[in-house]
C-alpha cells in the first residue's frame, strides 16, 4: 500500500504523545501537533508513533508518522502527523491509513 520510492525512517524514540491528551505545554515542547487545551475526550486507542499514509483533499497520499491521537469534544477522531521532513498536520482518523510500527515495504 506504501509508495515504493518512500524512504521510512525509524520510527522516533521521542517528540510524540501516546496514551494521554496533549498538554499546550507539549505543543510548545514540539512532543505534539495540537493541544485541544484540555477539552479532549481522551487518547484514541492506537499505537503511536506508527507509520501512516494521509489522504488529502486533492486525494493525495503522503507518508506520515502518528504522534499523537485523540477524541475531540464533538466526538471525532483526531490524529497529530508528521511528515518524514517534520513538517506536522492534523487530520481526522478517516483520513488516515494505519500501517503499524514495521517499517512499510
Known sequence: MADENVH?????TRGFISGR??????????????SMKGQSKGALAITVP???????????????????????????EIVGLRD???????ATLPEVTLLGTEKPH
Do not use: C
Open 8 to 12: 521510512w525512517p525509524d520510527l522516533p
Open 21 to 34: 491528551p496533549a498538554t499546550i505545554e507539549d505543543a510548545k515542547q514540539g512532543n505534539a501537533v495540537f
Open 50 to 76: 506508527q507509520y501512516a499514509l494521509w489522504r488529502d483533499e486533492k486525494a493525495l497520499n503522503h507518508a506520515m508518522i502518528v504522534v499523537q491521537a485523540e477524541r475531540a469534544p464533538d466526538g471525532s
Open 84 to 90: 518524514l521532513e517534520g513538517h506536522e498536520a492534523v
